[in-house]
């Protein structure tokens, strides 16, 4: 309440310049993300014109092809597609995966900065950041450098004995979680500790002396306030390494789609199809948004609550 | 004498034309002519050379489609580009007579599938696509495609294949001896039958990586190009490149005349200077594949000349273009394709 009030009274100041002061806020929102998002939509209902781009024509063929199979000759009659259903089952398992381990890492590591003494946090964090200067690509092809049966990870378990021969990571899943978890760490790590940073420390106290134990403490206490937090990082984790394509074919091999190297694949090359392509495309992201509005949903409840 | 005469005033007036224009604009594949050659073109028909570089076909024709048609004179598609461009009506035909070196052409290279009697295009550099085979971990008999798609235990589980749809589809239907571009259906479900079961032997899908996984033990075994295979061997590996029995693919890259090349004159001149044996050679040199040049051998590098790679044994097989199918047939191909790689 106190905020309406607070912005209310700041907009009786600038009555008549609110349009044009808003205008570039409206226009950055219309130019790089609603309009990418309509040409696409846009793009997903054409006619695939062959050998790459569209024709301007009126097709419902990319969902078609993504719901109903008619077998290879495409003459059989229709049953229900399981091949996209299946790499999207796939990659939000993977992606879900990856999203647990980087919170199960992450909460700890954020936990740890928040409550080191107030100069040395920057540092911290500092340290955090400093890997993710490199580039993606550089830095997703350096762990397929690490892992390989030559590289030094095997090298060291070999030399010290723990292992007689090589242990076969890459090209594995374990190899794409690793990759998903390693890129995605830090969008975990901040905004925990952004929320961590802002907990009071007296409520645990304040639990101890009503004899609550640690674990009540941190499920009853600790968790509901640092829960946006979490929920932030989780989705910021979750939404990228859904569409990821990079570890899934520098470390996976390349050998099963992901939703994002399916995408990729209907535009480069002669054999891609773009309506396809952006169907996947608008199926992912109507997905992805309704992820978000069930939480908001929830969330909402759950503070009226 | 006839002849010697029409050529010479062919030649002045190429020449006059040459220094009329002035420019002369490429499309070429990066990495692919040394830059010593461009300068020396330049300077021996007065021209101004520019170059722009592209890293795929499909980039290549994206680009000229989008609206850079008129700004080039001359580009570098592979075989089956060749074929795509000429459907598509991007390329612009010359008679034999306004190239003098055509005839150094080696005649095998002139009625090619891509473009027959050779209208649109001339030879730049070729090679073969098959794969190599790391010979500490198998010393087995390598020149079969079985390697790729039933292999010895030995191998199972540390191929690599290309991820390049043609390529693959190309070779898994020479292994089964069914046409490519095939609408025969029992072909069709045996190849794809065929490389379900295959895939299971296989370690990763990696194109630009192809040469590393090999160099790095990663793969025991890969699909590679023959002059990718021979850097991967100086590189250290212990690999060697096979020519199988059942066949493998070979390709081209060729210099094409653009339809609405604003130089034609000079490009007809560029075309010219890259079939004299010398230039020729120093291309093959640079790239390290073949030329379709003779005479260039006297100029060739040992190491090019002589690399096995490079040459194959007199038991080989000839090389297989991979086809430019039609649409309906296409859509067949790439669901195979999906149906692997899902």
Known sequence: MAGRAASGAAGTGYRGLTGPLLLPAWAMIGIFL???????????????????????????????????????FGDEPPVPEWTYITIFWRSIWQAGLATLICLIVGFPTAWFIATRPLHSRALWLFMITVP???????????????????GPLNDLLIGTGLLDSPLRIINTNLAVQLGL??????????????????????????????????????REIVLPVVRPGIIAGCILVFVPSLGAFLAPDLLGGAKTYMIGSLIEEQFKGSQGNWPFGAAVSVILMTLVLIVLMVYTRARGRAEVR | MQNILTSVALLALTAGMASAEGKLSIYNWFEYIPQE?????????????????????????????????????????TDYMVAIM??????????????PNFANID?????????????????????????????????????????????????????????SQGEVLALASLYLGIPQCSQDREQLKALNAMLLDAKQHWASFGSDTAKDVLVSGDAAAGMIFNGFSAKARAEGANVEYAYPREGFVAWMDNAVL????????NALNFMNFLL???????????????????????????????????????????????????????????????????
């Open chain 1, 34 to 72: 609603l309009l990418p998002v309509l040409l696409m939509t846009v793009y997903s209902f054409l006619t695939r014109e062959f050998r790459g781009g569209v024709d301007w024509t009126f097709s419902l063929a990319a969902y078609d092809r993504f719901l109903l199979s008619r077998g290879l």
């Open chain 1, 132 to 150: 993710y200067w490199v580039n993606l690509l550089i830095r997703t092809v350096s762990l397929r450098f690490l892992l390989r049966d030559q």
């Open chain 1, 181 to 218: 978890f390693y890129s995605y760490l830090p969008f975990m790590v901040l905004p925990i500790y952004a929320a961590v940073e802002r907990y009071n420390f007296a409520l645990s106290e304040a639990a101890a002396d009503l004899y609550a134990s640690r674990w009540t403490t941190l």
């Open chain 2, 37 to 77: 050659m461009l300068d020396k073109f330049a300077a021996e028909y007065d021209v101004e050379v520019t170059m722009d570089t592209f890293d795929s076909n499909e980039a290549m024709l994206a680009a000229l489609k989008a609206g850079k048609m008129g700004q080039y004179d001359v580009a570098v598609p």
């Open chain 2, 86 to 99: 000429a459907g598509e009506g991007l390329l612009d035909t010359f008679s034999h007579d306004e190239i």
């Open chain 2, 107 to 163: 005649p095998k290279w002139i009625d090619v599938p891509f473009d027959p009697g050779r209208r649109h295009s001339i030879p730049y550099q070729w090679g073969t696509t098959s794969f190599s085979v790391n010979r500490d971990v198998y010393t087995g008999d390598i020149d079969t495609l079985a390697i790729l798609f039933n292999p010895p235990p030995e191998l199972s589980g540390k191929i690599n294949v290309l991820d």
């Open chain 2, 258 to 265: 653009l339809k609405d090349a604003p130089n034609r004159a």
């Open chain 2, 276 to 342: 004299q044996p010398e230039n020729a050679a120093a291309l093959t040199n640079y790239a390290a594949y073949t030329s379709a040049v003779i005479g260039v051998e006297p100029f060739l590098d040992d190491a090019i000349k002589n690399s096995p790679e490079n040459n194959p044994p007199a038991s080989a097989p000839q090389g297989t273009f991979v086809g430019v199918c039609d649409q309906a047939t296409q859509e067949l191909y790439d669901a195979i394709w999906t149906n692997l790689k899902k």
